[in-house]
């Protein structure tokens, strides 16, 4: 059996959701790909990385990404940082010759992601592998979209109307994180969370070719938290805290035109009360329609054209054991999966991927393809116009 050891830097959020899918990967897929050590965890503050050490089970704790950049030993680097650290360690692990996955938006400048495609274009023939953690779109009612799309089910397609809404800043108490600051995290929700349903609609429609969009900030200050780990709103803080302004989008809403003709509409905020991780597609093709929404994940909604017009409408298809890895995840159709699940079905196809050598459709050159896309949306909002998505 193969062994990979695992350096992982970051230990908030995404690191507990990046280890969630390395230890359970050989528990829902076996036999595993390789099995994984987990090596060292590293966070700047001391505390949170001895406390992450013990309750992820790593060997070793560090506090300078540095330490497991150039450890030898380290085969698999995974970057759950806020988003300007991402290309300086990226950059340097793929250059020691390490594995990379790193969280979404790929950075938090377009130069940045550029230097990370680069890095990775120039690794990627001695089979090192990049991969930019986009993992919505492997929801296996979102695969099972794609599979009705490639065997001609909708016919062709017209219309992409897609959404991210959350809740958790909806509330102007709930705090500022490097989230909120445009130094740090690039951009705001278009970045953080339009990211993913560009991704999606790209992957079912094919590439955004043009953009027209309004972007807005609504709540332009907020009190300041204590520490680096974002508190994502779970914690709510009074007038007498510091406060500092937001710098960034706090929503945005944009028309699209594809490459291949079709257009649709794109909308993300965090600000939405009632909507807590509401991703949905709808799209219209010339032969059906098909409705995804996050909230609902283990269910694909289709309306196909061909049925009789007394019976035609919505039908619903719950994913299971007959769909995308569901012969891995559980076998017992209702049993569900869940944001878990996705995280280490993603550990699962990067570790294959690693064993064979072959690159991941988000590789860091689709990553920087998005970061262009979101770039071109933010363009947009300030020249009013529409915006041609840049090339490389
Ligand atoms: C916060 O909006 C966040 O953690 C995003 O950063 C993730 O990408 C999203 O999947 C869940 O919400």
Same mark, same amino acid.
């Given at each position: 059996?193969?062994?990979?050891?695992?350096?992982?830097?970051?230990?908030?959020?995404?690191? =507990?959701?990046?280890?969630?899918?390395?230890?359970?990967?050989?528990?829902?897929?076996?036999?595993?790909?390789?099995?994984?050590?987990?090596?060292?965890?590293?966070?700047?503050?001391?505390?949170?990385?001895?406390?992450?050490?013990?309750?992820?089970?790593?060997?070793?704790?560090?506090?300078?990404?540095?330490?497991?950049?150039?450890?030898?030993?380290?085969? *698999?680097?995974?970057?759950?940082?806020?988003?300007?650290?991402?290309?300086?360690?990226?950059?340097?692990?793929?250059?020691?010759?390490?594995?990379?996955?790193?969280?979404?938006?790929?950075?938090?400048?377009?130069?940045?992601?550029?230097?990370?495609?680069?890095?990775?274009?120039k690794?990627?023939?001695?089979?090192?592998?990049?991969?930019?953690?986009?993992?919505?779109r492997?929801?296996? &009612? *979102?695969?099972?979209?794609?599979?009705?799309?490639?065997?001609?089910?909708?016919?062709?397609?017209?219309?992409?109307?897609?959404?991210?809404? $959350?809740?958790?800043?909806?509330?102007?108490?709930?705090?500022?994180?490097?989230?909120? $600051?445009?130094?740090?995290?690039?951009?705001?929700?278009? @970045?953080?969370?339009?990211?993913?349903?560009?991704?999606?609609?790209?992957?079912? &429609?094919?590439?955004?070719?043009?953009?027209?969009s #309004?972007?807005?900030?609504?709540?332009?200050?907020?009190?300041? $938290?204590?520490?680096?780990?974002?508190?994502?709103?779970?914690? =709510?803080?009074?007038?007498?805290?510091?406060?500092?302004?937001?710098?960034?989008?706090?929503?945005?809403?944009?028309?699209?035109?594809?490459?291949?003709?079709?257009?649709?509409?794109?909308?993300?905020?965090?600000?939405?009360?009632?909507?807590?991780?509401?991703?949905?597609?709808?799209? +219209?093709?010339? &032969?059906g329609?098909i409705?995804?929404?996050?909230?609902?994940?283990?269910?694909?909604?289709?309306?196909?054209?061909?049925?009789?017009?007394d019976?035609?409408?919505?039908? #619903?298809?719950? #994913?299971?054991?007959? +769909?995308?890895?569901?012969?891995?995840?559980?076998?017992?159709?209702?049993?569900?999966? @869940?944001?878990?699940?996705? =995280?280490?079905?993603e550990?699962?196809?990067?570790?294959?991927?690693?064993?064979?050598?072959? $690159?991941?459709?988000?590789?860091?050159?689709?990553?920087?393809?998005?970061?262009?896309?979101?770039?071109?949306?933010?363009?947009?909002?300030?020249?009013?116009?529409?915006?041609?998505v840049?090339?490389?």
């Amino acid at each position: 059996m193969k062994y990979l050891n695992v350096g992982l830097i970051g230990a908030g959020f995404m690191g =507990k959701a990046h280890c969630v899918g390395f230890s359970n990967m050989p528990k829902l897929f076996w036999p595993a790909p390789a099995m994984l050590k987990m090596k060292t965890i590293c966070d700047i503050e001391k505390d949170i990385a001895e406390e992450a050490k013990i309750r992820f089970s790593f060997e070793k704790c560090c506090t300078d990404w540095r330490d497991i950049v150039n450890d030898p030993e380290i085969d *698999i680097v995974s970057i759950c940082t806020p988003n300007n650290a991402h290309a300086d360690i990226a950059v340097a692990a793929l250059e020691a010759g390490k594995h990379v996955i790193c969280e979404k938006p790929i950075a938090s400048s377009l130069e940045d992601a550029k230097r990370m495609a680069e890095a990775a274009a120039k690794t990627k023939d001695q089979g090192i592998i990049s991969l930019c953690a986009y993992q919505y779109r492997d929801v296996p &009612a *979102i695969v099972l979209a794609k599979k009705f799309i490639n065997e001609g089910s909708l016919g062709k397609i017209l219309n992409v109307r897609c959404t991210y809404l $959350q809740s958790w800043s909806a509330d102007p108490d709930s705090p500022l994180s490097w989230r909120f $600051q445009k130094e740090i995290a690039g951009s705001g929700t278009i @970045g953080d969370i339009g990211s993913h349903v560009i991704d999606i609609a790209q992957y079912l &429609a094919g590439d955004i070719k043009e953009v027209v969009s #309004t972007v807005n900030t609504y709540i332009d200050n907020r009190p300041v $938290q204590e520490g680096g780990v974002d508190l994502l709103g779970t914690v =709510k803080l009074g007038a007498d805290a510091k406060h500092e302004d937001v710098d960034v989008d706090d929503e945005n809403l944009f028309l699209v035109k594809f490459e291949n003709g079709a257009v649709g509409s794109i909308e993300a905020t965090r600000n939405a009360w009632g909507r807590n991780n509401f991703i949905t597609i709808e799209l +219209h093709g010339t &032969a059906g329609s098909i409705y995804f929404n996050y909230e609902r994940l283990n269910e694909l909604q289709v309306c196909w054209a061909s049925d009789p017009d007394d019976r035609r409408g919505f039908k #619903t298809i719950y #994913t299971g054991p007959a +769909h995308f890895y569901g012969d891995a995840t559980w076998n017992i159709p209702g049993m569900n999966i @869940g944001y878990g699940e996705l =995280k280490t079905i993603e550990m699962f196809d990067f570790v294959k991927a690693i064993v064979s050598g072959e $690159q991941l459709p988000t590789n860091f050159e689709r990553g920087y393809q998005i970061e262009r896309v979101c770039d071109t949306v933010l363009k947009s909002a300030k020249t009013g116009q529409w915006e041609t998505v840049t090339e490389e």
